[in-house]
T-cell receptor, first 116, second 109 residues
Framework: GAVVSQHPSRVICKSGTSVKIECRSLDFQATTMFWYRQFPKQSLMLMATSNEGSKATYEQGVEKDKFLINHASLTLSTLTVTSAHPEDSSFYIC????????????FGPGTRLTVL | GQNIDQPTEMTATEGAIVQINCTYQTSGFNGLFWYQQHAGEAPTFLSYNVLDGLEEKGRFSSFLSRSKGYSYLLLKELQMKDSASYLCAVRGAGNMLTFGGGTRLMVKP
């Protein structure tokens, strides 16, 4: 149980385009989903927390207008990187939890974004 | 805020035992997690401690001392496939995790 999927696994796009990444909890209802970014040889940095049906909470330094997060259902959250630039190239990982205070976060397999 | 420290790299021999330490200073504490991450892949859950003491799960054990802000992950009977990064993460309010920088473990024959 507790399987989280992400799509796509890899994406290469041109500078200035937008990219949407989907995160799905396949066998449980995820009231809370988290989006992380990881640069090479660095640890995971939390970008934002999203609760189903409400606006995402962004961490300091993360532009909410650039990284659009939608958590429309209990099994799906999307992250859209708008007007992507080469410095946005990174490994984006989502995680999901059932929402209770002690629930474990389960991670998706990640999406490797390369912006040319 | 949260401050989590762990060694950057460690090297150990196949079949041996290795201990990866993690110290933390946090404004709130609601449990400590250890994750394993292979290069280019997402983290996978290894262990969770919220009370003081040792949690054992097969070849992996994790220890927590809340009064000392200290945890360690113990890996026994090391295998080559254990070469990976090991991430210590502290859960604060709202189920949010703050990760340490990760410890890259290299297992040599």
């Amino acid at each position: 149980g507790a399987v989280v999927s992400q799509h796509p696994s890899r994406v290469i796009c041109k500078s200035g385009t937008s990219v949407k990444i989907e995160c799905r909890s396949l066998d449980f209802q995820a009231t809370t989903m988290f989006w992380y970014r990881q640069f090479p040889k660095q640890s995971l940095m939390l970008m934002a927390t999203s609760n189903e049906g409400s606006k995402a909470t962004y961490e300091q330094g993360v532009e909410k207008d650039k990284f659009l997060i939608n958590h429309a259902s209990l099994t799906l959250s999307t992250l859209t990187v708008t007007s992507a630039h080469p410095e946005d190239s990174s490994f984006y990982i989502c995680s999901a939890s059932g929402g209770a205070g002690t629930d474990t976060q389960y991670f998706g397999p990640g999406t490797r974004l390369t912006v040319l | 805020g949260q401050n989590i420290d762990q060694p950057t790299e460690m090297t150990a021999t196949e079949g041996a035992i290795v201990q990866i330490n993690c110290t933390y200073q946090t404004s709130g504490f609601n449990g400590l997690f250890w994750y394993q991450q292979h290069a280019g892949e997402a983290p996978t859950f290894l262990s969770y401690n919220v009370l003081d003491g040792l949690e054992e799960k097969g070849r992996f054990s994790s220890f927590l001392s809340r009064s000392k802000g200290y945890s360690y992950l113990l890996l026994k009977e090391l295998q080559m496939k254990d070469s990976a990064s090991y991430l210590c993460a502290v859960r604060g309010a709202g189920n949010m995790l703050t990760f340490g920088g990760g410890t890259r473990l290299m297992v040599k024959p």
